[in-house]
């Protein structure tokens, strides 16, 4: 169940759906001659493939970070293990300190992390299966991080995410 406040992403989108949005953000990306990296828990590098599809899109995506385990949260990126014991996982603290670890790694122009619950077990009262925090970063300063839920079964919630991740770079970043 969705919260009113909370944003809602469609469940019918197709992989052109995607290919269209990775198109759009690379276009984006390669006017400004700027590059993306990403730090992908649930979604497990379907944001990178994703974008990777994307004929040419060597010129404008730098790397991305599978960083599914805690411990790879904390070695790959640099997520420290108080904000892991302090938040969990699944949290604002971690998706940001995940895209500001993911930029300077990669020393991009922009990043996206995205840590969440797909299912179908994990989820609790608090963090429900389909909560998804995503992060964002960029090499200026700035820096947010949103929360959505949702619907659906494993394979739908991680593509809402990728799509939901896409657009808001977009949305927020991009468009501008």
Sequence with gaps: ???????????????????????????????RGATLTTAESCTGGWIAKVITDVPGSSAWFERGFVTYSNQAKQQLIGVTPQTLDAYGAVSEAVVREMALGALQAAQADYAISVSGIAGPDGGSEEKPVGTVWFGFADNQGQTFAITARFAGDRDAVRRQATEFALQTLWNDFLKK
């Design 1 to 31: 169940m969705l919260l009113d406040d909370e944003p809602k992403i469609g469940t019918n989108m197709t992989e052109n759906t995607l290919f269209e949005l990775s198109q759009q953000v690379g276009q984006a990306l390669a006017l």
